[in-house]
């Protein structure tokens, strides 16, 4: 990615891929890493990068990548297509692109085939375990209710996440676009964004447009532009069945997810259509409903743990909780033997054996992981109480069925 690669992210800020921890890296500045200096972090400012990893040194800025594979995901050598096994990001575009540093130096910058772009924090939904900085809804509410809210988030400034208004950018376009081959769109959410949906009519029908969606908001127009491209990879976010849904992803309604899932299925240009889901604390309640969801659908499953908030950590779920969950894992593996009946000779499908690689890196995180964090489980009670006592479904109601 710091050769053939780019990220525009929610504020305008600058990055290798969207999996780069901007927070962890030594020479992240935020002045220089923002999208009106381009040109020239694209040539110097990744110098560090491209340096390191050339070395075999595991830059800073990368460590999420690291930590998921080091969980258990696959080895980046194994060449087994993309979507089928619990990857990193790093493991996902090497095999899509076809990674091999032996072929690249410090200088050879090719151009840009690969962007992953949020077009600022526009968004209808404020889920749990997001904020302001993805969520114009977020930042709304914590200004509504500021003296409840600020302690847990904190608003921020809205003219910061419209860069994309600016000349400059509107400049940059033509030769942003020149060379794409992939595409990821995330957000706020895309497909509620005007600028979002504009950028994607400019686009050539070749690109392989990979998208990140809440599926909520999904007007026909939408599905003829994603008609008009060659492939599409699709990222449902689902973090609850039901009224499980309704709670994490406030502001949205269960029903209409699933029914524009199974319209988004019918696009005859999806090339992978994935599941993606958060491990955190609310996990306790939604994990099982959501893989049960991905079998009786045969959906693919991507998993990542939060990382916004550490009250929603699944260390803030006591010893005996994760024990359970354990338990109720191994309880659905037997209560689905597809995953576990093998056919002598047959390949078994890809959501099956995706999902038999996402419960295995869950059980990972679970018991390697995990480690009880009090303090945090208490703060996690007072956000819980702070949102409850703005909104108009409780964690009781829908997790306790109070």
């Not at 990548?65 to 575009?93: D, T």
């Not at 949205?252 to 259509?273: H, R």
């Amino acid at each position: 990615m710091p050769w053939i690669g780019a990220n525009i992210g929610n504020a305008g800020q600058l990055t290798p891929c969207c999996a780069y921890d901007e927070d962890a890296s030594l020479s992240f500045d935020k002045q220089s890493h923002h999208i009106r200096n381009f040109k020239t972090w694209k040539i110097n400012l990744l110098d560090s990068v491209r340096q390191e990893l050339l070395d075999g040194v595991k830059h800073a800025g990368c460590h999420r990548c690291w930590e998921i594979e080091e969980a258990g995901a696959k080895s980046p050598l194994n060449k087994e297509p993309v979507g089928s096994i619990q990857l990193s990001e790093r493991q996902f575009y090497n095999n899509h692109f076809g990674g091999d540093l032996d072929s690249f130096n410090l200088l050879d910058i090719a151009p840009l085939e690969h962007l992953s772009i949020a077009f600022g924090n526009t968004c209808n939904l404020r889920c749990n375990m997001c904020g302001p900085y993805s969520s114009s809804s977020w930042n709304t509410e914590i200004k509504q209710n500021f003296s409840i809210l600020n302690p847990f988030k904190h608003p921020i400034n809205d003219q910061e996440f419209v860069w994309y208004e600016s000349e400059d950018f509107k400049n940059l376009i033509p030769s942003l676009i020149a060379n794409l081959k992939y595409v990821r769109l995330i957000g706020g959410e895309p497909l509620f964004t005007p600028e979002a949906i504009a950028f994607l009519e400019q686009l050539s029908p070749s690109v392989y447009l990979n998208i990140v969606t809440n599926a909520t908001l999904l007007k026909d127009s939408v599905y003829q532009l994603l008609s008009k491209f060659k492939q599409l990879d699709i990222v449902v976010s689902v973090e609850g069945v039901g009224a499980h849904n309704d709670y994490v992803r406030y502001g949205s309604k269960w029903e209409n997810i699933d029914a524009n899932i199974q319209q988004l299925n019918t696009l005859d240009n999806i090339e992978y259509f994935n599941i993606g889901y958060i491990l955190q604390h609310y996990s306790y309640y939604t994990l099982i409903p959501v893989l049960q969801y991905c079998v009786d659908h045969a959906h693919i499953i991507r998993v990542q743990t939060v990382t916004w908030h550490d009250y929603l950590e699944i260390n803030t779920l006591i010893p005996a909780q994760v024990n359970d969950l354990l338990e109720q894992i191994e309880k659905f593996i037997v209560d689905n033997p597809v995953l576990t009946t093998v056919v002598q000779g047959a390949v078994p499908p890809m959501y099956i054996t995706n999902l038999n690689s996402a419960i295995d890196y869950i059980k990972a995180v679970l018991t390697d992981q995990y480690k009880f964090n009090e303090l945090n489980r208490s703060k996690f009670f007072k956000f819980t109480h702070s949102i409850d006592s703005v909104r108009k479904i409780t964690f009781d109601q829908a997790f306790l069925n109070k």
